[in-house]
């Protein structure tokens, strides 16, 4: 496989008329991880399908997908979603993919760095996500990027013939000086 040195990632919101090519990087991500959420089956929906979801997401602002783009393809995304509920409408949870052909090139830094610019544009600052307990080279790269474990979701996630445990990850893009955050009663 010959190695790109002058490549360029673009890093940028997903456009309604990128469906077809969302749809394909979905499905081969599926294929390279049993980590993500999807079963191959899952992935493999209409081009109307995403493209109405894509829309919606826009129109109504909703959620968010950035995608990362090499030399003209779809390498990677962060999809992120907010919770529309009054007292956690500050939080949001994200799921993310690169190709293993595009991983540790600063890809998911990029898309996680453009996630967190569009939450905190829109007020949110506590983000969260979910990991497999045995994914270390992902938990690892979210502690990097200043994500810290707080829970252990137990037998979160069917995979193959057994149930696995998730880590809750989180972290909050405004220092606590910032903000008025209470301490919990419970520390």
């Known amino acids: 496989m010959p190695v ?3 490549e360029q990632i673009v890093v940028r919101e997903l456009m309604i008329s990128e469906s077809a090519a969302f749809i394909a990087l979905n499905k081969q ?12 089956a899952e992935a493999d929906i209409s081009i109307e399908t995403q493209t109405e979801m894509t829309r919606s997401m826009r129109q109504n602002n909703l959620a968010n997908v950035y995608v990362a783009q ?8 962060i999809g992120v979603t907010p919770v529309r509920f009054a007292k956690n409408k500050h939080c949001c949870q994200f799921a993310i993919g690169v190709l293993k052909s595009h991983q540790r090139k600063a890809i998911g830094t990029k898309l996680i760095q453009a996630m967190e610019q569009w939450a905190a544009a829109q007020a949110i600052f506590r983000i969260e996500l979910s990991v497999v307990v045995d994914n270390v080279a992902a938990i ?5 990027c200043g994500y810290h474990v707080e829970g252990t979701k137990t037998a979160s996630l069917k995979i193959e013939n057994g149930f696995v445990d998730e880590f809750l990850m989180a972290k909050l893009i405004i220092s606590t000086t910032e903000s008025s955050l209470k301490k919990s009663p419970v520390e």
């Open 29 to 40: 991500l599926v294929n390279e991880s049993d980590y993500l959420m999807l079963l191959p």
């Open 70 to 77: 090499s030399n003209g393809l779809l390498v990677g995304y």
């Open 140 to 144: 690892a790269f979210y502690q990097r």
């Open 4 to 6: 790109m040195l002058n």
